[in-house]
């Protein structure tokens, strides 16, 4: 009964392991799309490192993805205008369930109005 027992333990393991969503390579990347909620970085992140080394600027066209290598060119449309706007991957994030990106201001207000804060979108990785 305790082979039984472990057993199962280590199937489940490999299973949650496999589960698990890590990086996605560069050449992988390539035509990635995901729809969700983006939201856009507070004030207080203005001037701060991002994960990528890089200081984090309010006015450049930048975003966070959780998995998308640093550097991918990733198009962001508004599903409910249909504009979008396209941004450099230079940090990780977001952190909030729901959400799949974290855009500059600057890049947020080309596509929607930062009162609503999140809006839904979908996003297409150019390169």
């Given amino acids: ?4 027992s472990i057993l199962c333990w280590v199937m489940l393991s490999l299973v949650l392991t496999a589960c ?5 390579s560069r050449s992988d990347s ?5 729809s969700g909620e ?3 970085y507070a004030m207080k992140y203005q ?7 890089e200081l984090f600027d309010q006015k450049a066209m930048t975003a966070a993805h959780k ?12 599903i409910a205008n249909g ?8 940090d990780r994030g977001p952190f909030v369930r729901g959400r799949i990106i974290d855009l ?3 890049a947020f207000q080309r596509i929607g109005n930062t009162r609503s804060g999140v809006i839904k979108v979908e996003i297409e990785v150019l390169h």
């Fill in 30 to 34: 390539k035509g990635f799309e995901e």
């Fill in 38 to 40: 983006a939201s856009y």
């Fill in 104 to 106: 500059s201001k600057s």
């Fill in 20 to 24: 698990a969503s890590g990086p996605i």
């Fill in 83 to 90: 504009k979008s706007v396209v941004v450099r991957v230079n």
């Fill in 67 to 78: 998995r998308l290598p640093f550097g991918s060119k990733v198009k962001v449309t508004n």
């Fill in 47 to 53: 001037g701060r490192k991002t994960a990528s080394g």
């Fill in 1 to 4: 009964m305790r082979k039984i």
